[in-house]
């Protein structure tokens, strides 16, 4: 019996115990108790982060305390195997990204299973196996029968590093969410999925969805962005045209000292021709075009245009101007502005010494107020509205308008429907083809999955793909026509919005899921940043509903219970590659041991919150484990039940069940694994207290022992596997049943 605690022989020979013993396969038959459980996989780079192991960490503590409650529990892992990153470093280092992809998944594999992660790898999955993208494809087919999917001419961010389109959700502070270039904005050709036809029942999903963070709830729910306004119709001055407004305060109509429209909009072709000056503001406009996200922080410029609109209730002549704030895919190109209660608005006022007009008091002052006042009030300079309040006056003046044809009611959102192509080779092929007129056709089905040629050419600029000299040409499989394949690919977060399902039946040839393995959905707890709450959690409850509504699965939400992890940081600041402070996973394991980077993740801070990197964490972390260990052979090895205190024995186990209880509660009703963990330590305490007293109880000491190793198995796995065997159990401990609390020992 060895009592030296060595993590490394130790991690090395559970991993081996736990491979005879089957330990991690999933019993897919089970009818009760089953329970899903998913951390977001990782894009393979070649090595995990810290970031990594806590999310994983989280999820595998998670799912082997379920098991330990007797419930059937499913954890798989996969690879979000495609995108721009593996491309890069294949054009960098001269070798193909499907090499790079699968070197990186191996090495990171290894790293998972030296974690001691408790994954199916029976149902392991990668989005760069043609056998998963196969059912995109087939996906797509079937979107694009139900009209949910369309090619159109947009302008679109474009990221001038990585050369390919970004959604608006991959647009950070104006600049690439991978690459940190600033984004520029082109028309093109791209593809899109009708995420808009489905805006209200993403919105009113989210009522449904109360075990998920109330802060990612609020982030898509700002995201979709529903308002209630009016469509207004301004006529331009001395024509018959009209330029229509979408505002939520038409109650602010009387003061409107100006319209903007977007330096794209259609009316000032025929103006940019005549006016030089107006000619080279839209130039400029166009070479520095920005998303939305980053209109409201630059300086704002504009350009009288010339015309001017008449206000359809006051019959008020008001110019029309060109503003670099005004975007020509949102809302209608075209804004009512009233700078005396939008700042904004008023920013713009003032440099061009616009007039400013006051419509709205403040409801507890009937006097101008020397502020902008944003919010609502009583009406002031109004005509017959004046002294209505705000939303009384919205209501009349919108029945009067409509009246007179100059407007309706209008729900607005501030989603878009989703950008999906991207114009690079290390993605899934888009399964449609062209003819010589342009006329698009899908693939047939029994022709999927499109792969992607292996004989690339990195060395010109651009998609390689639009250059390839034979993959690119074939011939139309309906009627043997020359015909052209579509050559951009699919956004990565096409991949990921249903990776979940794939889990399931990542061998199964007769569909994209295995419909009688339906019953394990929705995945009871998910386990991803709160970075993606948008860019990838949005994506995967809009495909969930589109799945269901072509008939593939059941339920309307992927996932019932969301833990957003926080994030892992360096003297404060967020551990990154880009920021050199990041800690190599390696290092720290082969000092110290999996268990301990473990448990110094789960003792460190709450799941939700961020956790601060600390050497002297690990090495306290390092230190309890050995006290542990350290007790548990001296339990082991003595055989003393002489002369017992009866009364110090009573005692002790009273604080061994009280912190079975806390341990219990503090698990499995909060996620608040940092205090159970802490309780277990001052158990550890009193337990080695206990021991060097006279007139102890060596079985009580057993019962505490078996109690702690039982609890914290599901956090250190290693460790606690290796003195249950040394106890002379044969079991593996995740499929041990939960301690359960005497409750007789409390009183």
């Not at 007009?357 to 009937?366: A, D, G, L, R, T």
């Not at 993606?532 to 509504?549: E, G, P, Q, S, V």
């Not at 079985?699 to 290693?718: A, D, N, R, Y």
């Amino acid at each position: 019996m060895n009592k030296d605690y060595n993590p490394k022989d130790i991690e090395a020979n559970i991993q081996e115990f736990w491979e005879k013993n089957n330990s991690f396969k999933t019993d897919f038959n089970a009818t009760k108790n089953k329970y899903y459980c998913l951390s977001m996989f990782p894009y393979p780079s070649g090595k995990l982060h810290i970031g990594h192991v806590r999310n994983y960490t989280i999820g595998d503590v998670i799912s082997r305390s379920q098991r330990m409650l007797g419930k059937s529990v499913f954890q798989p892992m996969g690879w979000d195997a495609f995108g721009l990153p593996a491309e890069n470093a294949a054009i960098a280092n001269k070798v193909h990204p499907s090499e790079w992809t699968k070197k990186n998944i191996n090495h990171m594999r290894e790293q998972l299973k030296r974690l001691g992660y408790s994954y199916d790898w029976d149902n392991e999955i990668s989005t760069a196996n043609p056998e998963y993208y196969k059912w995109e494809q087939w996906f797509f087919i079937k979107l694009l029968e139900k009209n949910l999917v369309y090619k159109k001419k947009s302008e679109v961010n474009w990221d001038p590093i990585d050369k390919t389109v970004l959604a608006n959700e991959q647009v950070v502070d104006g600049r690439g969410w991978r690459s940190g270039a600033i984004v520029e904005r082109k028309e093109i050709p791209q593809w899109f999925l009708k995420i808009t036809e489905y805006s209200d029942e993403l919105l009113e999903g989210l009522e449904d969805l109360n075990s998920w963070p109330t802060s990612v709830k609020m982030m898509q729910k700002n995201w979709i962005g529903k308002s209630e306004g009016a469509l207004v119709k301004f006529k331009i001055s001395n024509s018959n045209d009209l330029l229509e407004v979408y505002t939520t305060r038409v109650d602010t109509i009387f003061g409107v000292s100006f319209l903007a429209i977007s330096p794209n909009h259609n009316i000032l072709k025929s103006q940019k021709k005549s006016n030089p000056i107006l000619a080279r503001f839209i130039d400029k406009c166009n070479s520095l075009k920005l998303s939305e996200e980053t209109v409201s922080s630059i300086e704002k410029e504009g350009v009288d245009t010339g015309l001017t609109a008449i206000n359809p209730l006051d019959g008020s002549v008001v110019p029309i101007w060109t503003a670099n704030y005004v975007l020509s895919d949102y809302g209608t190109g075209c804004v009512m502005c009233v700078p005396g209660h939008d700042i904004r608005d008023n920013e713009f006022a003032v440099k061009y010494n616009l007039p400013v007009i006051k419509v709205i008091n403040p409801e507890s002052s009937k006097l101008v107020h020397k502020e902008i006042f944003t919010g609502e009030g009583t009406l002031i300079n109004s005509g017959k509205y004046t002294d209505l309040e705000s939303h009384l006056a919205k209501k009349n003046i919108l029945k009067d308008l409509v009246k007179i044809d100059a407007g309706i009611s209008k729900i607005n959102y501030r989603l878009r429907d989703w950008g999906i192509s991207r114009q690079r080779y290390w993605g899934c092929p888009i399964p449609v083809f062209y003819h010589e007129d342009g006329t698009v056709y899908p693939v047939p089905e029994d022709d999927l999955p499109i792969k992607l040629p292996d004989d690339i050419d990195f060395s010109q600029d651009g998609n390689p793909l639009e250059n390839h000299p034979t993959w690119k040409h074939i011939k139309c499989p309906y009627t043997g026509k020359k015909a052209i394949r579509e050559t951009d690919t699919f956004d990565t977060f096409f991949e990921s919005s249903w990776y979940y399902l794939r889990f399931l039946s990542p061998g199964f040839k007769d569909g994209l899921v295995d419909k009688s393995k339906n019953n394990w959905l929705p995945v009871d707890q998910y386990i991803g940043g709160i970075e993606h709450a948008i860019l990838h959690l949005l994506y995967a409850r809009f495909f969930h509903k589109l799945m269901r509504d072509i008939g593939i699965i059941d339920s309307s939400e992927p996932f019932l219970s969301l833990l957003s992890q926080g994030m892992v940081l360096q003297n404060g600041i967020k551990m990154s590659k880009s920021k050199g402070n990041t800690i190599d996973p390696d290092d720290i394991i082969n000092k110290y041991g999996a268990d301990t980077v473990r448990l110094f993740i789960m003792f460190s801070a709450p799941p939700e919150q961020s956790l601060e990197w600390s050497d002297t964490g690990i090495e306290g972390s390092h230190k309890f484990l050995k006290r542990l260990w350290s007790l548990s052979f001296k339990v082991i090895d003595n055989n003393n039940s002489s002369n017992i205190d009866l009364q110090k024995s009573s005692n002790m186990r009273t604080k061994i069940h009280k912190t079975i209880k806390k341990f219990t509660h503090d698990v499995f009703d909060r996620n608040s694994f940092n205090t159970a963990i802490a309780s277990s330590m001052e158990l550890l305490n009193d337990m080695i207290k206990y021991n060097l007293s006279k007139n102890f109880d060596n079985k009580v000491l057993l019962e505490g022992i078996e109690s702690v190793i039982k609890m914290l198995s599901p956090i250190t796995p290693h460790i606690c596997q290796e003195l249950w065997n040394n106890l002379d159990k044969n079991s593996s401990l995740i499929d041990e049943p939960w301690p359960k609390v005497d409750n007789d020992a409390l009183v």
